[in-house]
């Protein structure tokens, strides 16, 4: 559900018309609902309740400060993966205390600033992980909670990129070599083994994937319980997946997702973390881009568009799909015609759709990409020296610039030249 809508033949978000921003700040742009954002982060509160937990929102979805407000301020957490999204977290106002830090590669530096700053635990990844956490913590006088993510060894049936919960993923220990690195992690002296963390893959659309993890990590409870660990929470990581077509695609809802938890794991009586990102912002969010030719090519039509794969990669980078619409209603009698959708970046990569059909649309039109809000503006890079595009937040009938278009002389004087030049 969102809360993008056509209104008298217009699309708005929430109350306000799309072309109104358009006509505010130019295209191509983002735009985010709080009302959507709001109600995804309550779908999986309510989904737990009854249960202690704590829902940590995985901010590399969509890591603007005015989100994470917006989310913070509700209740959320933050699942943070670098010591910048950590930063970027506290900024926003996030406590240390609800922040979990998960992620392959954490450095001595990111890990000491989290220490300082506080945090809630770290997701290890390794045992020489665990060592650097254990050796910055004692140089501090202080702490680690931690817990060890596991590798199920299930698979999440996918897209290979984002699958992560299989023994040839970088991510994890392997579940079978459990005991061994929980007993290391229990000899380190600035460690606290909290608890046990996994995550299988993103964009699942299936419950079973998750069923088979969370048994597996059931019986690890009670086995690493039996050999003297307190294993006290669970954090179960994120990955539910979101209809990114209006028609045929149902994936799981929150709530079932929420029972398959309880059902699995409700019994051992451990405080529940997950770390959802894409269903939080997904559909919380669109792109909005212009048109700027149609080109009659050979046997085709090309929409080119001003927004570009480095604005949206999903689509050149997973094959994504993204509903795009026009942000004028397009009339009942109006006959579809297939068109290929581009951008203007010079790569055949950069293409949205092929054979989309689509009302026709003439230059200057306005459309819109749906459930763009996760891995979007987060991704976007200034490939071909194009602005990163503005991300404006919606809430009822107000909007606000929560990222402003730079402009090219701040792009330019980025660069510095060398003096022997
Ligand atoms: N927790 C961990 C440890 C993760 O690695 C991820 C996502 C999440 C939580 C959030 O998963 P979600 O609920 O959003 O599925 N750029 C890709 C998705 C990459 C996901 C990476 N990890 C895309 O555009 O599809």
Redesign the pocket.
């Known amino acids: 559900m969102d809360h993008f809508l056509y209104r008298d033949g217009a699309l708005y978000a929430e109350d306000v018309p799309v072309a109104d921003i358009a006509a505010a700040v130019g295209t191509p742009f983002y735009v985010y609902s709080t009302a959507t954002l709001l109600r995804h982060y309550q779908l999986f509160d309510e989904a737990l309740e009854g249960t202690d937990h704590l829902v940590c929102y995985?901010m590399?979805?969509a890591s603007n400060q005015a989100i994470l407000r917006t989310l913070a301020q509700a209740g959320a957490g933050m699942?943070v993966?670098s010591v910048g999204e950590y930063l970027r977290a506290r900024a926003a106002g996030v406590p240390g205390e609800k922040i979990v830090f998960?992620?392959v590669g954490k450095t001595a530096e990111e890990i000491r600033v989290a220490l300082e700053g506080g945090i809630r635990q770290f997701?290890v990844e390794s045992e020489p992980e665990m060592e650097a956490i254990s050796a910055v913590a004692q140089a501090l006088g202080k702490v680690a909670p931690i817990t060890i993510?596991v590798n199920p060894d299930v698979d999440a049936k996918t897209?290979a990129?984002?699958a992560?919960g299989k023994s040839e993923n970088k991510?994890g220990i392997p579940i079978a070599r459990a005991s061994a690195v929980y007993a290391h992690a229990a000899a380190l002296p600035g460690l606290e083994v909290v608890g046990i963390?996994v995550?299988i893959?993103?964009?699942?659309t299936d419950l079973a994937p998750f069923e088979a993890a969370y048994l597996k990590v059931a019986d690890l409870t009670e086995k690493l319980r039996a050999e003297g660990h307190d294993i006290r929470r669970l954090d179960l990581?994120?990955?539910?997946?979101i209809p990114y077509t209006r028609s045929n695609e149902a994936p799981p809802l929150p709530l079932d997702y929420g029972a398959l938890i309880k059902r699995t794991l409700g019994h051992l009586g451990c405080e529940i973390e997950i770390?959802?990102?894409?269903?939080?912002?997904?559909n919380a969010g669109l792109m909005v881009s212009k048109v700027i030719y149609v080109k009659s090519g050979e046997g085709r039509d090309f929409l080119i568009l001003d927004g570009a794969m480095n604005d949206l990669?999903?689509p050149a980078?997973?094959d994504?799909h993204h509903d795009i619409v026009p942000v004028v209603e397009p009339e009942p009698g109006a006959e579809p015609q297939p068109y290929d959708i581009v951008g203007p970046v010079c790569e055949t990569g950069d293409t949205f759709a092929k054979g989309r059909m689509m009302p026709p649309l003439a230059a200057g039109d306005l459309v819109a990409f749906r459930s763009a809000g996760?891995?979007g503006a987060v991704?976007s890079s200034e490939y071909n020296t194009r602005p990163l595009i503005p991300e404006i937040l919606v809430n009822g009938d107000q909007f606000a610039v929560i990222r402003a278009r730079p402009s090219f002389d701040e792009i330019i004087n980025r660069d510095t030249i060398p003096s022997w030049l």
């Open positions: 995985a590399k979805a699942d993966v998960s992620g997701n993510r897209h990129k984002i992560t991510f963390d995550h893959g993103s964009q699942l990581g994120g990955g539910l997946g770390e959802p990102g894409r269903l939080i912002a997904g990669i999903r980078m997973y994504a996760a891995y991704m």
